[in-house]
């Protein structure tokens, strides 16, 4: 296995650097001068390599590595990897999920407390001295129990979620492609029937094509004056303009953000809101969590090298 070159595009963890190097013979293709040239004369000797949502593993790149073998991705979501021409290729495509459900869930119920209760404003009143020149902070208008959680998406993420907003007393609901069977929580069928249902709407879906802009201004519409819009799936799965309009005419009361549709830009108008809680894209980022995402990265390479068998293929990435 020494001898299998392996391309890594960007700076990557200790972990999936010297992991990678224990085994393979490593290209770090952010250290050549020209990266272009060396492609184009070298690509043909890769047959692994690792991609992140940093940039876009997409044809053109693909198709300078004609002997590629495995795309080991570092991240749950892929939507940066160009599957269906991976999959042309005979490409497998390999990503890091479970591993980071008990952060993104922790992150996603931060998010639901934060704009629930207004916390970030309670906090930025205090620093601004205005509880002691105007008194108590206002009453907040919602509460976690008993409200309903409509989560986009049940999939290990969502479930996760699910588990946990139960222990706070909300009812869940959900929707999907399809009803899941053992499932106790109420299935809706659409985005928009779930939202009507829902207090808190929690998206947890992918992105990529078809889950295009699914939150969208008749599903804030329906959402409501009193609900709150959570995403921790994709910026592209809610088109964020109506988003803005939705949180500035109080057409929906709050929104928790942690992804957005051009990392990391965040528009103004969402910055300057006051009800919003904004996140860099932290759901998965503690060291423990990243540490387990790298590891994954590097052993799904190690697996699929030594004995063919990748551990953790994307669901419609197996070529
Ligand atoms: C990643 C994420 O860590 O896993 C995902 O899909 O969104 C994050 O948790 C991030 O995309 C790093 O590339």
């Known amino acids: 296995m020494k001898n299998t070159e392996i391309l890594v595009i960007r700076p990557s963890s200790d972990i999936v650097m010297d992991g990678l190097a224990e085994s393979f013979s490593v290209t770090r293709l952010f250290e050549q001068s020209d990266p272009k040239r060396w492609l184009a004369e070298n690509g043909g000797r890769i047959r692994g390599m690792v991609s992140s949502g940093s940039f876009a593993t997409d044809r053109a790149l693909l198709e300078r590595l004609p002997n590629l073998e495995i795309v080991s991705h570092f991240g749950v979501g892929y939507d940066s990897v160009d599957v269906e021409a991976a999959k042309a290729q005979g490409v497998i495509v390999t990503h890091t999920p479970t591993v980071l459900d008990d952060e993104v869930a922790d992150t996603t119920i931060a998010l639901i407390l934060m704009t629930l209760r207004n916390l970030c404003a309670a906090d930025r009143y205090v620093r601004a001295g205005e509880w002691a020149e105007k008194g108590p902070f206002p009453l907040g208008k919602y509460t976690m129990k008993g409200s309903v959680l409509g989560i ?108 957005f549709v051009d990392e990391p830009h965040v528009p103004q108008a969402l910055r300057s809101l006051d009800n919003v809680v904004l996140l860099p894209h932290i759901g998965s980022a503690t060291v423990p969590t990243r540490n387990a995402m790298a590891q994954l990265v590097v052993d799904n390479l190690v697996n699929w090298f030594s004995n063919g068998a990748a551990l953790t293929p994307v669901p419609d990435g197996v070529a």
């Not at 907003?165 to 985005?191: C, H, L, N, S, W």
């Not at 992105?207 to 009193?226: I, M, P, R, S, W």
């Open 152 to 259: 986009i998406g049940l999939g290990r993420i969502g479930k996760t979620i699910a588990t946990r907003a139960e222990v706070f007393g909300m009812q869940i609901a959900y929707t999907g492609r399809r009803k899941q069977k053992g499932q106790p929580y109420d299935y809706y069928r659409g985005v928009k029937e779930l939202a009507a249902a829902s207090d808190v709407l929690v998206n947890c879906a992918p992105g990529g094509e078809g889950t295009y802009q699914l939150v969208n201004g008749e599903v804030l519409a329906a959402l409501g004056q009193d609900g709150v819009f959570v995403n921790v799936g994709r910026g592209t799965t809610v088109d964020e303009t109506a988003l803005i309009n939705a949180l500035e005419s109080g057409g929906i009361a709050a929104a928790g953000l942690d992804v």
